[in-house]
């Protein structure tokens, strides 16, 4: 181990913000963290309670070691439920950080927990605890995380939205946790091995959750960048990490991750295997991909992306594709198979994979190593066969008891976007979707997180569970750190927009506040209550630095004289100092032909 | 006048492109500017043409003297309808720019053309035109502007998209406009006082627009400024340009924008009457509101936003809402209305506002001045009352044969922006929409370019015929040079996709070629068939700057080994080697349980 500082972090809370802790019923123990935003005196409203992905980095009161990894707050949690066992663990290899020089290794984690497994060939995931009728903490905790606003809302908000068949709760129970997660229609990724992570679940009847990508290459980035990656990541709001790192090292920054991260990771398992190999696929065996999944499982990876749905006689269907085979697990695994030409072994050895993950609660998701490139390609016969086969997966890992989402494209014209979610919902069972964008068109390198959240706002109304963020690098290079809060920030903005058209019932409650904030000139609330207060201010002292013009009942975009947010409150004060405004509303309804007939106004309201 | 320099502005083509022209037939001294984008040579295919609004200032050949304005190029065509006469024209008074002191003065335009304006009551509108049979150079140029790529796109693309509707013909003929304008469903903003602009056609069955907004306010920005925000924003792609100047030197800086700008200028013409009143609301009276139209139509101003379907009797509406009424142009009447407690001078005296726009053709864009200014206030009984009058005025100035649009919302969630589209269609003849964004939620203050671009794509693709941008600084601040570009190129992209959803017959054609240069690691073409070539450069060079790298077979993501697009080629060279792709995809089809049966495969692709 090198003596290298540990990495520093961004950490403390945003403005405005404190962070508050729900605790459980039916596990008092649970503190289930969330971020009070205060409002201005003058607004006379409580504080607005939002969604906190953020973990411990946020709140003062923690105390941040990076050297010595998060609290293990799921420790206990798990080991009450008495069917786990710890044991030596698989000891790590020079192959495991693709045999980098000493002198170009990232230090290693400085603590060793050892693994758990379950005991007996029990399967310890949360879907089997479902199906047993068991309520876990993690359940609990990630209804009351749900919960969020709810109560408030009923008070306030008539229910509003298209939910095309989606079943979102007035108020989420756990019980209603445990159903969903039990049908499959819902996951709680919680590897045994990352007791740090904050539960959390993905599924179509709760928010739609965002997932960030981080990762270094061959080409470019250290430990230190990943883990800060990480941290700004989820501080503006990403619900689980992936890390997709390709280069060496990839053991050990991915141990500095996990150790720290609050929030599920993911990652690709097939990347590091190909890196044991040399990087020639042909040279993959399902040995050494086992021995990598037992690696990360044991590390506390809490879902895998396995390509098995990439069987041989798919890969013919993407001959005359436009931009061919775009998934890099997609790419190896076409490689492999015809090279061998046979059938590849993440689908031969399917249900040894199921073993090993029920053994850690790893959850399945499952790749889409088809899915299109291009506009051109989008909804072909590859990807739906590649479909087909997902969803005789799922059926299968669901036999096994394992937690199982979807992942789907890629490249979609606008048109074609909503036959891929009805097409999954029918063929995989319900399980929960997990797409990437999709971009709907390819024409703007450089914007393709916007050209991306069109779609991704899209498909999450139509019922995707989870967006996976799309940056301004995509496809021209690995995003940096204001690439990845640029990338989280614009799919919070797609995911948010996708909860308020499904209609959840607390989402506008966010939406009122700002607007009720921007209508009376509270701009230091118009800031906080924004998903990037910083931005949001920063763009405001652009034109008006001054502490006085926060205060002020305009902008610089009109000026003084010409703000209609100022003209419209002039309105409203004269029409209520002069008689009231609902008076003179019926006044007007009451008019004669200058005003509007009542029933007309019925018509309209209708 | 001063004798302060003329400002300087932005020149010279994008990368690897050429401006070529195409010519008229039915009036052969048209010459259509476009843009060919040239690709490299292992493409061994011919340039993409794009569709260019750029002007003459990406063309090396023309020269740019500012002081002067652009060449006349309308100037014959007009003159030889024998419908118009020169005339004196409106003295300019000092408040037409706000009265502003000597010391402050925008510089006048050096040049002084005299106004043109219908002789004896005539309709000089394109939409006369049409009506009587007529093809105008006009309709010619747009009919070949639009026409682009289809030739080249009929032979090897399929029709695909959902037009919700929409008649989008196979090939764009200067009849097709004629029939498009005569029946309201197109207009061609084209005063006969703005020579200097290159006819464009907003319509559901033409290429979706996108406008971009400028102007000054009384806090910030001069004359050079909004010139260069001009240049600048065409340049990236923007259709039509509003000038919302709000302050001071409103006439001089107009003239400047007009006298250089090949597109077609918006105005809301209330801005400048208010800063006559000295931005007293009740102070403004129908004379000078009069006097403004036509300083402004004498002018060149193509279309004017006109809020005349804000009626007394709909502002009793807006009293519950969460923002009131966020048009400046709505609220500055509703002030007016209240006050006065009578019908607008702009509703009272429509029919005298139609026949000055038939005297010049200006185009009516109907001001959606009751548009909801959040989430909670979409789709209200405010809205859509207003929508009527609208209908109703659309009728009203189709009779006086002037075209019009019609403006539309503002802040709507997913799930009710198709019923804005569907109420717009229905209550207004299918005259064009309109619309600004929609954005999609209130809670990305310095992001609201992607809260609307979501929803802008989402209403082009259900037929809305030209979509005002938003900047990133929408509700913080005036944009400047860098937010204009981000908006313009934002809506590009939220045009593009819902051409691409509408089964517009070229529109994918620059996807296929940017994904082709993608997948064959053409880099150089990959950027220069961007939106935003300079772009996608600087994101590739920032972590691969060498040339070299643009040669290369991968890129910074995944770096060499890990490759998709290089592995699926392999694929492919291999598969070609061994055999024939074909033929191994046939052998594939005709195998055992291996392979996929050749119905299932049939199955899938239908």
Known sequence: MTSLPAPSVTTGPLPASTKVFRHGVLHPDIRVPMREIALHADAGEP??????????????AAHIAIAQGLPRLRAGWIAARGDVQAYAGRPVAPADNGLVPADQRSPEFPLRHLPLRARDGRAVTQLAYARAGIITPEMEFVAIRENLGRAQARRHLARDGQGFGAAIPDEVTPEFVREEVARGRAIIPANINHPESE?????????????????????????AEEVEKMVWAIRWGADTVMDLSTGRNIHNIREWIIRNAPVPIGTVPLYQALEKVGGVAEDLTWEIFRDTLIEQ???????????????????PLTAERVTGIVSRGGSIMAKWCLHHHRESFLYEHFEEICAICRTYDVAFSLGDGLRPGSIADANDAAQFAELQTLGELTQIAWRHDCQVMIEGPGHVPMHKIKENMDRQLAICGEAPFYTLGPLT???????????????????????????????????LGLPDRDDVKTGVITYKIAAHAADLAKGHPAARIRDDALSRARFEFRWEDQFNLSLDPDTARAFHDETLPKQAHKLAHFCSMCGPKFCSM??????????????GMQTMALKYRAGGDLYMAADALEKLQR
């Open 566 to 579: 100022k003209i419209s409150q002039d309105i409203r004060a004269q029409a209520r100092a002069q008689q």
């Open 441 to 475: 068109t390819d024409i703007a390198p450089g914007y393709d997180h916007i050209t991306s959240a069109i779609g991704a706002a899209m498909i999450g109304w139509f019922g995707t569970a989870m967006l996976c963020y799309v940056t301004p690098k995509e496809h």
């Open 297 to 315: 499982a044991e590390q506390g990876v809490d879902y895998f992306t396995i390509h098995a749905g990439v069987r041989l006689r798919h890969i």
């Open 47 to 60: 504080p607005v309670t939002v969604y906190d992905a953020s973990g411990p980095y946020t709140d003062p």
């Open 199 to 223: 539960p959390m679940v993905i599924g179509r009847n709760f928010l739609v959750k965002i997932n960030a990508n981080i990762g270094n290459s061959a080409v470019t980035s250290s430990m």
